[in-house]
């Protein structure tokens, strides 16, 4: 690696690409903000003890180090969060007392996660996550709730259409115990790699794990069914009828899935459907789960995940919704197939000329005078000829140049790509509303 | 430690802190781009061998290791940044190719320093860096430039005043050659520990270094001038004249940083003074320096830094002139010190609120009408009984409750704090302009 080459998964964007990820970043927050959720920001380090879990993440934290530490202080026995959820489980516990419930809060940070590196696979990346945090109780509702708020906040992206993918770990735990599944939790584990092994390997891991081949066969036929209103309802309850079912409480949560579901293709019309294989490997899910994926670029994996939680916060007392979108997987792709276009990279929508050094001062008074009125510019940065001045604004995208009069009175103002030129009062002018910030536009 | 324990030296702030941190950085933000300087981000982490160099930010550097980390594979050979400079530094040499010159950049974003724990030091903390870097040459009016940016960004934080003191490392330069003086760089690095340990320690390290008495009295004596315009001009010229100068090029030094301190105070008066004590230690500075007190906090120590450098940057091709403001330093004291007030913590101005669950769509598409218009809206969690769900508001600070009619059409909305309440239609009500977001009020 020589010390200017890129490190593998922590990827980095030229000032364009840095536009688009600020216009994704900047436009979740306007949609969470619309629906009520207060932004929190957590340190970016907890005690290893609490990141050290068993979930496969846990093998990926990156742990800290001073390099010249003390003898006695060689591991810090901190690590950096690889999500969000963790820490933000942390913060709820330690400032219980400080804040409201249901809590709704957002949080948009970077995370770390220590993956061999492969293709594809980022080291550092941006996470946004939205959850709904009641005290002791929270209403099924919320379920539907946060899922809308991540359609919305995925509709309005410069990405294709989404998919939200919902199960429901209550139908499934209903399911398996209804086929005699003894650890659900183990089997939804294995269901859980069924995308990437696939149902053969599937069933040979099930019946490893002692479970009957009646029900493997139960399990993977489960995992089959997708769809969303009358249709999916009635195909759950006769597979539970098949079995001997549905009880009051399978039929109950089959509803509830249901009812999911259609409210979510309420908000967004076919934005979503019940799929009973989405397992999460998660084991803190108690409720609905969430799984979403981009029209022609499933390969991306979800892309917006989470679902509902009883016990993920210590002793219970905090049920949740909460859902997580990966900004870095999104951006980079939409970089690199060309999705969007940046008008430009500078925020400056005018360079103002200088005539001569000793002229600055007046080309300064120019450029402040439009800043006062929320107009992005900065001032050559040499007296060169007019036409190395134009250059440097054109080189940048920037479609207006200042040339200030001879007498540093007002002058004109030409755009450079029309040619067009005008005398102007910068105590007045205003560019075309569509120059005057850049803008990021679908392709 | 206990798991809930907050981590000494990293921070993290309530909604309400956050609210006020938001705040600074899009104050900031704004800022910046009025002046046409382009966002980047950097990963957090650099190779080693390019962050250890040999400035005492070098001894705090956390270094990464995989938790799980593979036999061949301990350390990663990767620290996290302490700072945005190298890192920017390291960004120009490999975006070169595509980034137009000079390059006017701002970044805001953590860095991390393995400090040992005390009162005040932070070991995550925000940066907000600009910096403008020419290709082979960058005109020095640069230096001004940038330290009126900052002036600019400063004034607009809700902060008591700030004064930015220059001194100018080609002044002192020519001054303590004038004084016989052989390793300057060595020199400076005594005299910034001046505010810590005062002359006579300063003093006693300079002789040790093996600089003759008279050449010591000279530099404790150049280090007491301050002032702005003719009056700092003519004391450091009759100084230059007392040991046989000034040179031209002495001259013309001392000429150049009184026009920058004129120039910063003629953008924001009283803002500035050359103070021709201010060394800063790292060795990679060549021109002006900067250092910035805020009236009444001084013990915060400098809270925004930066100067002039011509080979920072590999091979010295890249001169540029870069200032950085310490964020969380300022969020912290605003918020103990009482500075200013968060009007509310939530997004939202108005609750919708619940008549029964059988008519929560009705208070949802009240919400999305409200939310198209761009009014941040959260729907009350339960139908409880209206003194409840007004309670639900009142306790986040939210102004405005809505009650849907009970036949679901658009009802009427209350304030509140008066108790005023109206019939409204959803497409066309707003709040007052001061209610529609949370604002950061100066106390």
New interface residues.
């Given amino acids: ?1 020589s ?2 080459d ?2 593998s998964g ?6 364009e690409g ?2 688009l ?2 216009h994704v970043v900047d436009s979740l927050r306007d949609t969470f ?13 907890e ?4 990141l ?1 879990g068993d979930s496969d993440a ?12 003390d003898a006695d202080d060689g591991d ?5 969060h690889f999500d969000l959820t963790v820490p933000f489980a ?2 709820v ?3 219980s007392g ?3 419930f ?1 809590f ?2 957002y949080q948009i940070q ?1 995370v ?1 996660r ?1 993956e061999r590196p492969q293709e594809g696979r980022f080291r ?1 990346f941006y996470q946004a996550d939205i959850d ?1 945090v ?1 005290r002791e109780s ?2 099924s ?2 379920e539907a ?1 946060v899922a809308i708020v991540m359609v919305h906040a995925l509709a309005r992206l410069p990405i294709p259409p989404v998919t939200i993918r919902v199960n429901s770990r209550a139908v499934v735990g209903e399911f398996y115990r209804a086929l005699g599944v003894v650890d659900v939790t183990a089997a939804l584990r294995i269901v859980d790699k069924l995308p990437k092994i696939g149902a053969p390997a599937v069933r040979e891991l099930l019946v490893d794990a002692g479970v009957s081949g009646d029900a493997v066969e139960g399990i993977l036929g489960l995992a089959t069914v997708t769809g969303t209103g009358e249709a999916v309802e009635e195909a759950l309850v006769a597979r539970a009828t098949a079995i001997g079912g549905p009880s009051e409480s399978l039929r109950e949560a089959i509803a509830g899935l249901r009812s999911v579901v259609d409210a979510i293709n309420t908000a967004v019309p076919g934005a979503s459907v019940a799929d009973l294989s989405i397992a999460r490997g998660l084991d803190y899910y108690t409720g609905c789960v969430f799984e979403t994926f981009l029209e022609g670029h499933e390969d991306l994996g979800s892309i917006c995940s989470g679902g509902r939680y009883d016990s993920l916060i210590a002793g219970g007392g905090f049920p949740g919704v909460g859902m997580s979108i990966g900004i870095s997987r999104l951006v980079s792709r939409a970089l690199s197939a060309g999705w969007v276009n940046v008008t430009r ?4 929508v005018v360079v103002v000329a200088v005539n001569d ?1 000793d002229g ?1 001062r007046a080309s300064d008074s120019i450029a402040e005078r439009l ?1 006062a009125r ?6 050559s ?2 007296a060169a000829k007019f036409g190395k001045q134009i250059q440097y604004a054109e ?2 995208g920037i479609p207006f140049v200042w040339f200030p009069a001879a007498d540093g009175t007002d002058g004109e103002v030409k755009d450079i790509r029309s040619g067009d030129q005008n005398p102007a009062n910068p105590d007045e002018w205003m560019p075309p509303p569509a120059d005057l910030k850049p803008r990021v536009e679908r392709r």
Avoid: C, D, Q
């Avoid at 990279?345 to 400056?348: D, H, I, L, T």
């Fill in positions: 690696m010390r200017l890129p490190i922590f990827p980095e964007w030229t000032p840095r536009a990820e600020r903000e619309l629906h009520g959720f207060i932004e929190i920001e957590t340190r970016a380090v005690p290893l003890e609490r050290a846990a093998k990926e934290i990156y742990v800290l180090r001073r390099l010249r530490a810090s026995g901190l690590g950096l942390r913060y516990e330690e400032f400080r804040i409201a249901p709704r809060r970077k770390w220590g550092e709904v009641g929270l209403p509702h919320v709730e990279a500078s925020p400056s050094e600055r800043r929320g107009v992005a510019v900065e001032v940065p040499n080189r940048r």
